[in-house]
């Protein structure tokens, strides 16, 4: 497991059953602060091999790009809204590569590849700061986050491309810059279904099902 290190100073490898999670939300204050002011890390940050396959949500792209200090090659994703107008955006950061058939706009469906695990952007390794230049194996992760949206009416709105839709950040003060901990929805099944899936491979959702459904079988068997 080359790939499987310990990316920031103290940090410790935490195993679920859709991923490892090296960084957690809100982690590493002072460093985030200073690289991009945020209250600590504004997302969860999965370890796997280098160009490892990250497949979609269902949504709709809105975004993706090159930000060299930022996320590197990352895509954003609209989830469909509620009865209530509320939806959720997801970013998938530090790929290697974006699938390039996708262009903004393009609705994706769950299980839709969308690009290769990979290090560029701002990435933690070994405690030193890279700027799309780590070589391949070094700083390899997945950077998840979850911005909540709403079509109600929003502090802070603005109005979206390619939605053609005035979207509203309604927690964008919360010195996250409206990213929540995503953790609460990969924890709950409903959640992890619908808006987590997408950098989980579909063996592993499919395998988790399975082990659920053999331990409910267990406990009525007791």
Known sequence: MKYLFNPVKGARLIKYPWGNVFQLFGENVEL???????????????????????????GMVVDFWDSPSG?????KIMT??????NFYELV???????????????KVLDGQLIGYMGNTGFVISGNTPFWGNAPAGKGV?????VRDCTLAQSENA?????LKITVGYPTYTNGMFGYRDPMALLEADTALIQYASG????????????????????????
């Open 141 to 145: 992760h997945l950077h998840f986050g």
């Open 199 to 222: 950098f989980i491979l579909s063996l592993l959702l499919s395998l988790q099902k399975k082990i659920q459904e053999l331990m409910a079988k267990v406990g009525k068997i007791k």
């Open 92 to 106: 998938y950061g530090h790929l290697d590569e974006i699938n390039p058939t996708l262009k903004k706009g393009d």
């Open 71 to 75: 996320y590197g090659k990352h895509i």
């Open 32 to 58: 985030y602060k200073k690289a991009i002011g945020t209250n600590g890390h504004n997302g969860v940050d999965l370890v796997s091999a280098f160009r490892t396959p990250i497949l979609a949500s269902t």
């Open 158 to 162: 603005v109005f979206n491309d390619v």
């Open 80 to 85: 469909e809204p509620n009865n209530n107008g």
